[in-house]
């Protein structure tokens, strides 16, 4: 429940971070070799494209020729376009796309323009909603282009329509069998509807398509977590902090154990122990920012305001986080105004 005390003396309390507070999610960073840019028909039915892995830095396999498109997620779950060895610019493609009345012949810079815009703000309905709209007029042009499904859906899914969001995700996961991604999607999807068996078996078969990734063990793991299974969440986090010691979603699920046991201090220490700065002081980009989350609950506690402020200001200066899929950044800055006269009256 959010806070809206005035007093000096009463602690914010942050929502809980999981399944029952604002949703959404995700993600990794893998690069999918495709014809992608090859245009469709309507009438056709769905055929898979090439679906080769490549490593999660985006270069091309030794030896293996890469199309003129390629795609690549980015770290919000989002595909972007990209040109032949995943760099940029992103090829155009072949199809034409009505869009405020006019024609756009360069699908790629379309779909890369709509995810910019979004990540601006990823928890703006506003945003959600108008990348829908252009998504929609992509698949209007070519409905089989993996971006425009897969983003179509995650945008749906967003929106909170999630027998739409898993039809999608079918379709996409049709294109391209070996991505993990919709099948990640269609467990979430599945969380939502609170249907059980569905999210288990979603997840593993995410981690059938990708099994040296910890994704789908790190999310099977909070979803025990956050429905009360706790035997079960140890199961799989304990398993995947063991296989990713260093992976900073496995850190935060064990704090979250921890904390869920009422061991704050080991919590503290282990969520400390994640780097999140370069040796020159700069913010790392490869840890999820959620433990800024944490960690403010932490220090409000102890009633150490100055420092909780601290975290919540780092989410606040990183509003394209994937942290905001689940999180208002509204919410966040009251929040932050709270803290702010907690922390005066404290100094």
């Known amino acids: 429940m959010y806070f809206e005390t005035q007093t000096t003396h009463q602690l914010p309390k942050f929502p809980p971070m999981g399944r029952n507070a604002s949703k959404g999610r995700i993600g990794i960073t893998i690069a999918l070799f495709l014809m992608a840019l090859s245009t469709l028909s309507a009438e056709d039915p ?4 090439p679906d080769l892995l490549i490593p999660e830095d985006g270069r ?7 199309p003129a498109g390629t795609l690549i997620r980015n770290k919000q779950d989002f595909i972007l376009c990209a040109g032949k060895d995943f760099q940029k610019p992103a090829a155009p493609g072949d199809s034409s796309i ?18 910019t815009e979004l990540v601006n703000d990823l928890s703006s309905q506003n945003n959600r909603k108008q990348a829908l709209q252009r998504w929609e007029a992509g698949l209007n042009a070519d409905p089989q282009f993996y971006p425009f499904v897969y983003n179509a859906a995650r945008a749906h899914f967003l929106l ?12 996409a996961s049709a294109l391209i069998p070996a991505d993990p991604g919709p099948y990640m999607n269609i467990a979430r999807a599945c969380e939502e509807q609170q249907e059980h068996r569905c999210v288990v078996s979603y997840y593993k078969k995410a981690h059938e398509k990708a099994p040296l990734k910890p994704d789908a063990i790190y999310e099977l793991g909070i979803y025990y977590l956050e429905t009360d299974r706790r035997p079960q969440a140890e199961l799989y986090l304990k398993r995947g902090f063991e296989q990713f010691p260093e992976d900073s979603r496995m850190k935060i699920g064990m704090a979250r154990l921890l904390l869920l046991s009422g061991d704050r201090l080991r919590a503290r220490v282990l969520l400390e122990s994640i ?20 960690l403010a609950n932490i220090y409000i506690d102890s009633r150490d305001y100055n420092r909780a402020l601290n975290e919540i200001n780092i989410l606040l200066d990183n509003p394209s986080d994937p942290f905001f899929l689940k999180h208002k950044k509204k919410d966040l800055e009251k929040q932050k105004g709270v803290l702010e006269r907690l922390a005066k009256a404290q100094n």
């Open 46 to 49: 769905a055929r898979p494209f």
């Open 275 to 294: 780097p999140t700065e370069t040796m020159a002081g700069e913010r790392r980009q490869d840890y999820d920012l959620s433990v800024h989350y944490y």
């Open 60 to 66: 091309p396999l030794p030896g293996v020729p890469t």
């Open 160 to 171: 909170r329509d999630f027998d739409e969001a898993i039809r999608l995700f079918e379709r």
């Open 98 to 115: 009505q869009w405020n009345n006019s024609t756009i012949k360069d699908v790629g810079l379309f779909n890369n323009e709509t995810v």
